[in-house]
């Protein structure tokens, strides 16, 4: 845990945790901004090679979870994990983190109370990894356009100054290039859940 999660939680001054949890907020945008522009530049040049190993995805989910509840408790949400036991698949760990990094980091920033609910367990061959928020919602009219690049629906979704627009459309390019998809369900007002689904054995790539 760094300093700035350290007075977020700790800190019997209000004045010393509100500026901690802008600070908090400030560096998670950042990081985010960076690590998505990074990746969109190495994808469209065709130079990610993703690696094959084992992943325990419930392993990954809690460590996702203890990286993002700093993040959460700024804001008085839980965020919980249910996994499925013994749940191994083979494929590329941090690039499986870069996409929860991103849905995480939305579901918290759309939601203003309740809760970030992290799931997996075994589907069609694979394994289907849910996110799901108590947020906002996005309008069904604005689904279709959900996963393109700068798409308009980020824009409305996104506050001002606040992120690059690279998201979403990274998460579902990272989720192919790992022989995946992804979909989303959203009801506005009430919440969205992101459903990734990835193969038990990534298949190997085109060159």
């Keep these: 845990m760094g300093f700035t999660e350290l007075i977020t939680l700790t800190s019997k001054d209000e004045s010393s945790r509100e500026n901690a949890k802008i600070a908090l907020e400030a560096t998670n945008r950042l990081t985010a901004i960076v690590n998505n522009m990074l990746d969109s530049a190495r994808l469209d040049r065709g130079i990610i090679d993703y690696m094959q190993e084992s992943v325990d995805v419930g392993a990954l989910l809690e460590k996702q979870r203890l990286l993002f509840q700093p993040l959460a408790k700024t804001k008085n949400l839980s965020i919980t994990v249910d996994a499925e036991e013994h749940l191994i698949i083979r494929s590329d760990p941090a690039a499986i983190a870069r996409i929860l990094d991103n849905l995480i980091n939305n579901a918290i920033k ?70 995946g998809s992804v979909s989303c369900e959203s009801e506005i007002n009430k919440g969205t859940c992101f459903r990734v689904w990835l193969p038990l054995q990534q298949l190997p790539q085109n060159k």
């Design 110 to 179: 759309f939601t203003d109370y309740g809760a970030v609910k992290l799931r997996a367990h075994r589907s069609k061959d694979g394994v289907l990894i849910e996110v799901e928020d108590s947020g906002i919602g996005i309008p069904k009219t604005d689904m279709p356009k959900l996963f393109e690049i700068f798409s308009e629906v980020d824009a409305k979704r996104r506050p001002i100054g606040k992120g690059t627009g690279l998201g979403l459309s990274l998460v579902k390019r990272t989720a192919e290039g790992l022989g």
